[in-house]
Structures are given as C-alpha cells and as structure tokens.
C-alpha cells in the first residue's frame, strides 16, 4: 500500500494501512490518495482524494517599536503582535524578546510588550521576539528589526544630487516629539546652528558634504549632500610618440573639461560607435592602433545636465603591405596552348599606393610593373615555353612583400577516342569474354579513359605511357546495350562513336506458382498457373504438367511469363511442375503441390444411451459426423441452442460428447460441422430424460378430531419426483387395497370408511417402470363401540368395492378438475403439513403410546435426510386425548406436538436437498 500526497510518493505503507501525521503543520496541507493491489488478480486500485487544510494556530508575530518619555526619562516600548485561531482563543501564548541574539530581561512572560530606557547603554541594535505555544511546542519568530539610539534626519527633496545655485531645506525631527527640544545641526563634526531646520538658500561646490543634527540626547544618521556644476564643452585630444600613425603604434585619446564636477560619466565613439565610458577621474583612453581605427573620433562629457560633444578627431592608419595574393584567370594550374592567361597580384590590407611586380622563374616579366590602388593585373598568350612557376610582389614603402608560388603547365587536348569489341561479333552467348579497348591518338598524358554501358559507368583508367587502354569482363543478359568510352586529359573530354551489343540469354529455371481467390484453394475455384523463367532471350515456351501429364502450352514472344487456367475439382489435388525452352535449351521447375478443399457436407446426429432409456443417472453419448469435408473439423454440440462443447476431428471421421443425464436434460440437441469453409448444421434431435420414482408419502385425513367406526378417511399417496405415467397401489396389512395410475405430478387419493378391522399399518407404492419404492408404514387407532364393529366391518367393505369401481372417473375428473380450478397442488398438501386446516387432524407415523392422537402421515416435505414426524391439536381436542398427551412434550404456543426425528437418507432426498427449503416443524 503506497500513500500520495498532492501527486507525488510520501510513504510506503505497512501492514496496518496507517499513516500518522505526528505534528501537523502547514507543510502538511495538500491533496491525499492511496493506492493498492488487489490480491485476487493484482488490478491495482486507487482511493478518492481526501484534501488537508492545517490552519495556522496563530500567525507569525510582527515587532514594533515606540519612543515615549516619562519621568524617568525616555523609553522604548517593544511589542510582539500576533493573531490567535478564534477556534483556539483559549491558548495561552507565551513572549519572548532578543537584541543580538541575546534574550532580554528575565526570559519568556505571556506580555507581549517589553519596556526598555532609551538611554541604555548600547541601546541600538537588531531586535527580535518569539511567540509559542508551550503546550503543543509550536514557536514562530519574527523578522530581526534594526533600533537606532538617534532619529533620522529627513532632506526635504528624495534626491542625491543638488545642483549649484538651488535652495537646500533639512529638517531634524524625532518621534513624538517632547516640547523645549533643542537642535543642533553639524556638517563633518562642526556646528552649523540651532533649530529644527537649517536652510541654505544658494548651493555652492563647497555645501557638499555629509550633514546630521542632534535632538536632545539623539544623533541623527548623517545626510550626503552633493552638488551638480554644469560643464563646458570637452576637448578631444591624441597623443602619439611618431608623425605618422602606423598600425601597431600605441595612441592616447584625452577628454578634458574646463570645469569640475562630483561625477562626470565620459564616452569615447569612432564613427558613432562607443568604444568605451568611464565616471572615473581618469579620462585618458589608450589602445594599439590597426587598419579599423581610422576614421572620426569624438567624446561626450555628461554631469547630469545634458550630454555635451566634442569637436571630431579623424584619424589615418597607415597599414604595411601582408603577404600578397597571386591568381590565375582562367583558375586552372593547367591550360590548353594558345589560350590566353591573366595573372593578377593583390594585396588585401596594405595603404594605398602599392607597387606591383610579376616573376616567372625569378625573372622579372617584361612591362609587368604597375602601382595600382586595386591589384595589378599582367595578361598574356600561352605558348609551351610559358609552362613554370610564377609569384608576385608588393611594396607601400615599409618592406616588400612576396606572394606564395604558383606552377602552370601547358597542355595539349585529347583527339576524340576510338572504341572497338574483342571479339568483334556484335551477338555473343552470356558467359563469353568481351574486351572493350579504347584509345585517343593525340592528346598530353595522363589520360583518364572511361567506359560506359548507356550513361553507366563501367570502369575508368588513367593512362601515363603508352596508347589507349582495355576493359575485360564476362557477359551477362544485363550487358546488352549500347557502349561507348571517353578520353580526358584535364582539359574537355571527348566521347568515341557508339556500339550496340545484343548478348543471348539461354533460359533459366522456370518458377510455378499459383494464383487462388483464396486460401486454401476449395472446389468450384477458378485456379491460375504462372509460369516465369526469371532470366532468358525471348520468345520462350511454356509446357504446364500435372502429375506429369501436360495440361497445355503457351508462348511469351516478348519475355515474361505465361498462365494457364482451370476450374478445381477434388482431382486436381496433386503435384504441379512447368517447362521453358529456347534456344534449344529447356528448363523444368520444382514440383509444387495443390491441396484442394472441400467444404463440409451436413453433419449427422445422433444419440446413444448407455441403457435402453435415456434415465436420468445413465450415460448419455451425442455423436455428430459429416461424410464429406476436408479435414480437420470442428464439431459443436447444442442444447436448446446452448452450445454445450466442441471437439476437433483432425483426420475425418466424426466425434463424440458425453454426459451423465439429469431431469435438465430434456429438450432438443444438435451438432454443427466446421472446417473452416462451411459451417453446416445438423437436424434436431428431441431427447425426454425419464426419472425413477421417488419414495412416495402416505396422508391419513379425517374430518374429525378422533378416527371411529363409520368415519371416512381419505388416503392420499403421492412421490414428490418421477416421470408420468405413475401407478400407485394402497396396502393395508401389506394387503392390496386400490391401484390407481396417473400422469400427474399431484399423487392419488381415495377415501374410506372405517370400521373396527382398519386398525392398523398402511403404506403404499408408487411405481413408474424404474424401480417400484414404498412408503412408510402409518399406524391407524380406531375407537368405538365393540359391537358396532361388524357393522362398521361390513360398511367398510362394500365401501371398498364401491370405491374400486369408481376410482378411474374419480381419478380422471379429480385431474381436469385439478387444471381447470387451478386448486393447490398435492405437494404443497404433502410438502406443507403444518398449513393444513386447523380443523382437520393430520398424523405422522406416530409411536404406538399416543392412542387418542387423530390421524398420522409419515412426511419427508422436502426429501431432506431428516423426517419429522408431526402431531397437531385442535382447539377443541377431548380430555381423554388431553390426559394422555405427555407433559414433557407439550408447547402451549403452538398447535404441533413433536413426537419423533427420523434420519433417512436416500439417494432421491440428497438429490432434492439443495432446492428445496427447510422442512417444517
């Protein structure tokens, strides 16, 4: 965990996420964030921005002064002035007050004012106070002031200077200040006079100085006064140990005033350009003189009244001549023989006039010297003889100068070149050896000869004896083409006749390839060859083969390629190979390979179980495979448009899906093919997963509080899960009363009246075709009198018979019955026994010593391990029942009595347990 404050990194957080602040200050203030990583998949994560204000507990103090005088004499009063947060204003600040850094008086006090005498000794000096909180330790300073012992003096005008002939007013003042003071003004510790003011009403030279006063015991600062004399025009003057001024000489510039001033700020300017300034007594200006310093010079004297200019001093620098320059015009060292030559000497730098002379071989040159003001110039015809080496010189009358050397050579120009072929045949096989020779009968050497393919250069060769030169090389295709060569001496080139030259190319390998509208080539595709040979003289022919069999011909009679097309079926999968031939030479390419794809046909479906219904428990296998298809294939498998998984068959054939079937599982499947060309779906295939019966539940229910002889009783069986049609059989004593079948999820019921003999243990069974399961037993106490029960035993029997005829329409209606009225189902009757109607009695397989219980069900409302057999009480229940209720069992807040857990743990009920609720009590 890392915490940021306004931005940037502050800490690095431990384990506890805190980040304490000690003793906040204003430094503190900002915008705070933090930022972690989330453990679970290392996202990092970032806070909201918390912003910070530290608000000052009280401001930093201000220290102030005031004189005051008493009848000890005058004091000092100092002040330490600060603010207090109004939130705090029961901080109790302590004060503290220092001179030079040395505490005052007894230490720190909460007074924030301190008096001191003002004639103490060594009264003056920088002051200082500090004001804190002794409880939190927070302290603040205030800036250091200086205190004078004296009181300043004030100049009636803010500035410096005063000028000569104005009026001066000073004023000595103190604050507050006491009546029957007395003044004394003073200039260099001699007295001036008395009084508050002195005034001189015409400034002279001689008032400049350093003025100050006294009041009774205080001595002001003292006051510079100066005075401003305007000044004359100045003098330029310039001083040099030659008559003439040569560069290098040392010259001295003078700028006078016949007038003094405090200060005076003196320029120096060459042609309006300052060199230099100075406020300096000194106003000579000295500096070594070259070519640049000629020209006008002036100076400009200022005394704060206005600027005021010399007269012009012009200046000549007489510059030696340097080291002259010699040039040839045209520039070239060598010239053709005949032309005409200018030879020029200049110097750059030196005065004017200078005296010009041109040698060749230290002989001066005829009618060749000059005094020019711009270089000389000496102009002439080249013959042979004037090949040499030539220089000039210079000379102003303080030294001749000479220029460097420079060599000319007269040539002779090539003639125009001749180039010729070795062999001479203008059409050769590419891989012979050519030489090409070219060669200038008339020219001076060196000679550079040059050879050329078009405008590219081949070769180049510099000849310095002998006649001509050669290039050899052996040909190619890209040799063909026009040549020529050039000879060059330095002085033009010249460029031989043109000669063409044709080489033949035999062919080279061909190249094959193939040109689909997509990849990978599928049936139906228009497919193209192309055939290239890269390198050979045309015309060229081109054989297409497939698996050796030649598929047809064609000619390019320009060079280039040739193609040859065709429409794919699955037989042009193979191997693919092309011919070239000319020139009586013939090439084949590698062999390249066609695959061709096909498509996927629709995929079959099917469905297989592990046994002979698709149960919920049994394995089901989903097998989808197309007959037709390049492979590999991708299959998918749906349920209800859900795709359920998928699986690749990389060599053909199809491929399987498998799973474990659960009631879930119903509905429609199908599988789908893909190679990538086609995506083709198979046809839906209806699956109905059948499930066993469960373990059905068993209801006695009575309209009275106590089962007796004559009562009918309804006897309903129902199994909370299992696939339609179901048959329920009803046992008395193990002992076949009733079957019924239904294809409703409600169970079955009939009724029964009583007699003596139906005391006893009923169940029943609910069967589907998957396994028949059983009920538990439900134990029924009858009452009555002994000899009605023949009677009743007699009822109950013709009761039996009549219900068993008529249990197939009670049944079919009780089902439509069921749909149309939309009445509450059977299961939220068996599931829910502790909703039933309170005047009815319900009974669960109840132990044998409650006899006056009414009726019992053994429920498993929501097939969980744990049964809870239930016993309800009516408000209006008999004695007997009552006094044969056990008194540890008995809940006066609730109509249920609980009698007995049962733990049962069944496949079926663990299988429910996750989607039902908690069973009732």
């Not at 004023?171 to 003071?181: A, H, L, T």
């Not at 009041?215 to 006051?223: E, I, L, R, W």
């Amino acid at each position: 965990m890392e915490i940021y404050k306004n931005g940037e990194l502050l800490a690095l957080l431990g384990e506890n996420n805190d980040f304490n602040i000690r003793r906040a200050s204003l430094e503190n203030s900002g915008n705070y964030h933090c930022m972690g990583v989330k453990k679970s998949n290392h996202e990092p994560v970032v806070s909201k921005r918390v912003k910070i204000q530290v608000q000052e507990l009280f401001s930093r103090p201000v220290l102030t002064d005031s004189l005051s005088e008493s009848t000890h004499g005058n004091q000092v009063t100092l002040s330490c002035k600060t603010q207090i947060l109004p939130q705090k204003s029961n901080v109790i600040l302590q004060f503290c007050f220092y001179r030079n850094n040395q505490s005052l008086e007894s230490g720190c006090s909460n007074n924030p004012g301190l008096q001191i005498s003002a004639i103490w000794p060594h009264y003056s000096g920088f002051y200082q106070c500090k004001a804190g909180d002794v409880t939190s330790g927070i302290w603040k300073e205030s800036q250091i002031s200086q205190i004078y012992e004296q009181r300043v003096a004030e100049v009636q005008k803010a500035t410096e200077f005063v000028t000569e002939g104005q009026e001066l007013l000073l004023i000595c003042s103190v604050d507050r200040n006491p009546k029957n003071m007395n003044f004394y003004w003073y200039k260099k510790r001699g007295y001036l006079s008395s009084g508050a003011k002195y005034k001189i009403a015409s400034v002279k030279n001689s008032d400049a100085g350093e003025y100050y006063c006294r009041a009774g015991s205080f001595t002001s600062k003292p006051v510079t006064i100066k005075v401003r004399v305007p000044i004359s025009q100045p003098v330029l003057t310039a001083r040099t140990r030659q008559t003439q001024i040569v560069e290098g000489q040392q010259i001295i510039l003078n700028c006078e005033v016949d007038r003094s001033s405090p200060e005076i700020l003196y320029q120096f300017l060459h042609e309006d350009t300052v060199l230099w300034e100075t406020k300096t007594s000194s106003i000579l200006a000295s500096f070594s003189l070259t070519a640049k310093h000629s020209g006008n010079y002036y100076c400009i004297a200022n005394s704060g009244f206005g600027p005021k200019r010399s007269k012009v001093l012009k200046l000549s620098v007489i510059v030696p001549v340097s080291q002259p320059i010699l040039t040839f015009h045209p520039a070239e060292a060598r010239t053709v023989e005949g032309s005409v030559l200018t030879l020029h000497c200049e110097d750059p730098r030196g005065s004017l006039p200078i005296l010009y002379q041109f040698y060749r071989e230290k002989l001066l040159l005829p009618r060749s010297s000059t005094r020019s003001d711009t270089g000389a110039s000496y102009r002439f015809s080249l013959t042979e003889a004037h090949s040499g080496n030539y220089y000039c010189t210079a000379d102003n009358g303080f030294g001749s100068k000479r220029s460097n050397t420079v060599s000319l050579s007269v040539t002779v120009p090539v003639s125009q070149p001749i180039l010729t072929f070795y062999p001479a045949e203008a059409q050769t096989i590419e891989g012979s050896v050519l030489t090409l020779h070219c060669e200038a009968h008339r020219g001076s050497l060196p000679i550079l000869y040059q050879f050329y393919l078009e405008t590219s250069l081949l070769d180049r060769s510099t000849v310095h004896s002998g006649v001509g030169t050669s290039y050899r090389f052996s040909l190619t295709e890209a040799h063909s083409g026009n040549y020529y060569c050039t000879a060059d001496n330095g002085f033009g080139s010249k460029r031989s006749n043109t000669m063409s030259l044709s080489v033949i190319v035999p062919v080279s390998l061909p190249l094959i390839i193939f040109k689909v509208p997509r990849v990978p080539a599928v049936v139906g595709d228009m497919i193209e060859l192309q055939c290239e040979a890269q390198r050979g003289s045309p015309p060229i022919v081109y054989h297409f083969f497939h698996e050796d069999v030649m598929l047809g011909s064609r000619q390019s009679p320009s060079g280039g390629g040739a193609s040859f097309k065709f429409l794919l079926t699955e037989e042009h999968s193979g191997n693919y190979l092309c011919e070239a031939s000319n020139v009586g030479k013939t090439q084949r390419s590698k062999t390249v390979v066609l695959n061709v794809k096909v498509p996927v046909s629709r995929p079959a479906f099917t469905l297989r179980a592990s046994g002979s219904q698709a149960v919920v428990g049994n394995v089901m296998q989903l097998h989808c495979e197309a007959l037709r298809g390049s492979p590999p294939i991708l299959y998918r498998f749906y349920h209800e448009d859900v795709m359920l998984g998928n699986s690749s068959a990389s060599f053909g054939g199809g491929t399987s899906f498998n799973f474990t079937l659960t009631v879930e599982h119903s509905g429609n499947y199908s599988c789908e093919a893909d190679n990538d060309l086609e995506v083709q779906r198979s046809e839906t295939v209806t699956l109905k997963v059948t499930v066993p019966v469960s373990r059905p539940v068993l209801t006695l229910r009575v309209s009275k509080a106590q089962a007796m002889v004559g009562d009918v009783v309804e006897l309903h069986c129902e199994a909370l899960r299992g696939s339609p049609p179901i048959l329920y059989r009803f046992y008395h004593e193990n002992v076949v009363l009733r079957n019924d079948s239904t294809f409703s999820a409600k169970g079955v019921s009939f009724n029964l009246s009583l007699t003596a003999q139906h005391s006893g243990n009923y169940s029943c069974e609910a069967d589907n075709g998957l396994g028949a399961q059983k009920s538990e037993l439900v134990t029924l106490f009858i009452t009555g009198p002994t000899e009605n029960r023949s009677a009743v035993a007699t009822g109950v029997t013709g009761a039996l018979l009549s219900i068993l005829g008529l249990a197939a329409g009670a049944l079919l209606f009780y089902f439509w019955f069921s749909r149309k009225a939309g009445e509450r189902s059977a299961s939220d009757f068996s599931r829910n026994p502790s909703d039933l109607n309170p005047q009815e009695t319900t009974y669960q397989n109840v132990p044998g010593w409650i006899e006056l219980q009414p009726v019992y069900i053994n429920v498993n409302p929501r097939e969980r391990d744990v049964v809870y057999s239930e016993v309800r009480r009516n408000k209006g229940e008999n004695k007997y029942a009552a006094a044969s209720r056990p008194k540890i069992l008995t809940n006066e807040g609730s109509p249920v009595i609980y009698s007995q857990v049962k733990v049962a743990c069944t496949p079926a009920s663990r299988v429910q347990q996750s989607a039902t609720s908690d069973p009732h009590r």
